[in-house]
């Protein structure tokens, strides 16, 4: 059975920084990689992704400050998030999409981050 589990969620100052990790246990083809976040009262809301190929895409609050890698080949994303903000507060959550025609999508429990100001 395919899950995903992310790690590295803390509290933090404003201006730190935290690195996010994201694994899948459990056999899985990949074909894209992606983190978003949800904070208190909001709906999810789209942060990064990157494919196989290393083509990146960020949202407009994070471009700039998020860098987000992969390991395709061990099914491990990556988030570095640097200059964080009160704002960037949120539960974040990695997603992975299953290669073939399904495209099934899969989901981590989420990882708390806190920014304090």
């Known amino acids: 059975q395919v899950q995903l589990v992310e790690s590295g969620g803390d509290s933090v100052q404003t201006g730190g920084s935290l690195k996010l990790s994201c694994a899948a246990t459990?056999?899985?083809?990949?074909?894209?990689m992606r983190w978003y976040r949800q904070k208190p009262g909001k709906e999810r809301e789209f942060v990064a992704s990157i494919d196989r190929l290393g083509n990146t895409i960020y949202g407009e609050s994070v471009e700039g400050r998020f860098t987000v890698s992969a390991t395709y080949v061990r099914n491990v994303v990556r988030l570095q998030m640097d200059r964080l903000q009160p704002d960037d507060t949120a539960t974040y959550y990695c997603n992975m999409d299953e290669t073939g025609m399904s495209g099934r999508p899969y989901w981590g429990p989420g990882t708390r981050v806190t920014v304090s100001s």
């Open positions: 459990g056999f899985l083809s990949v074909r894209i």
